[in-house]
């Protein structure tokens, strides 16, 4: 019985790898690395990073608050990973938060994580 598929043989070129894109990709990977040091050592573009940062924080908090104001039920629940915020938590990682009060600039923050996302 035939093949409804026909196949088709490679040819040498589509076998050999294409060492074309990884040049390229490379130095695609290198110029945006420098471009976004260059970007970020900019005193206006880290002020307004800053700003930024600090408007989501707040915006954030203000969030977190309004809704635990508004509903009570969240003691009742289980804890949930503080990155999905679906799945239970199995342990506690760090992160660093931005921060202009601490010498360092940075505090670190514990948040629950369920080891999947």
């Known amino acids: 019985m035939p093949s409804k598929v026909d196949f088709i043989p490679l040819s040498e070129s589509s076998l050999r790898p294409r060492r074309d ?3 390229l990709s490379a130095k695609r990977r290198g110029y945006n690395r420098a471009y976004m040091r260059a970007w970020r050592a900019d005193p206006r573009h880290q002020l307004r990073e800053r700003a930024n940062r600090e408007r989501a ?3 954030r908090k203000l969030r977190e ?3 635990d104001a508004a509903s009570l039920d969240r003691i009742l629940r ?3 990973c ?3 915020g679906k799945l239970p938590p199995v342990a506690e990682i760090v992160r660093l938060r931005v921060c ?3 010498r360092g600039g940075y505090v670190a923050v514990r948040v629950p994580y369920c080891g999947q996302c």
Do not use: S
């Open 100 to 102: 202009d009060r601490v």
């Open 78 to 80: 289980p804890a949930v």
């Open 65 to 67: 608050a309004l809704r």
């Open 21 to 23: 894109t990884d040049e």
């Open 82 to 84: 503080g990155l999905c």
């Open 57 to 59: 924080y707040y915006e």
